[in-house]
């Protein structure tokens, strides 16, 4: 397939495929940060309905960066990952202190948790910026249509491909195109991602000390607990002390004496 005949059919399944969410209505970069930070490893359907519960409590950079760590944990439960939250609420919160929203991709990379491809699609998606990232469903489009034979794809392939065929003067559709696409091929049984050289297959939850860091996380939005009490509440086994150390490490959580609870 040519660059051009790409377009073309990336043109058409956009406009076939399109999903609305609420942080496509509303383009906002306060939004898509937020949106962007929520999708990672969780699903669109379920990212929704947290997302609007998230911004009717917490509207804008100022509300959230006034919030403690505590009350965005709270919130951010059945997301996973509460890493997200906390990155979130740092990165909210340099923005508040700065008093305008970062334009550039090296202010947005120095913000707390922000990678080079979460900084892509703010400015993509937020600024409307021609800028080049990819992520896993804009793989699976470009491996699907020119990398079909092959199982050593490097990402600096793709990225050439990108260059060549975005939409320069709406990056912002471009972009939407190529996630509507790369979830629907995905849906319909493309299974390629293992084709990249940078593919890294998720690591299970059941049994993982991840799990456990939830688990404990959980327990501590609904109420402080002694630490007696919370290894009975989460049935714990031998990853408990790795997982409580950890969270403590990562700032999630305080132990006083044996006390826990959420950090303020």
Known sequence: MSCDE?????????????????????TRPYYVLVSELMLQQTQVS?????????????????????ASLADVLKLWQGLGYN????????????????????????ELVALPGIGKNTAGAILAYGFNQPIIFIETNIRTVYIHHFF???????????????????DQANPRRFY???????????????????????????SALKGSIREVRGQ?????????????????????DTRFDAALHSLITDGLIVRHFDQLHLTK
């Open 216 to 236: 404990i996380i959980r327990e501590l939005t609904i109420k402080d607990m002694n630490l007696a009490d919370m290894k009975e509440r989460v049935n714990a």
């Open 46 to 66: 379920r990212v929704i309905p947290k997302f609007e519960e998230f911004i009717r409590t917490f509207p804008t950079e100022q509300a959230l960066a006034a």
């Open 176 to 202: 939407q195109s190529l996630m509507d696409y790369g979830s629907w091929l995905k849906a319909n049984g493309v299974r390629n991602t293992s084709s990249s050289k940078h593919y890294k297959k998720q």
């Open 148 to 166: 079909n034979d092959r199982f050593d794809v490097d990402d600096k392939e793709i990225i050439e491909l990108v260059e060549r065929t975005i």
């Open 83 to 106: 890493r997200r939250a906390k990155f979130l609420h740092e990165a909210v919160s340099h923005i508040a202190q700065a008093g305008v929203f970062p334009a550039s991709y090296a």
């Open 6 to 26: 790409f377009v073309r059919l990336l043109h058409e399944k956009g406009e076939e495929l399109y999903r609305d969410m609420p942080w496509r209505d509303d």
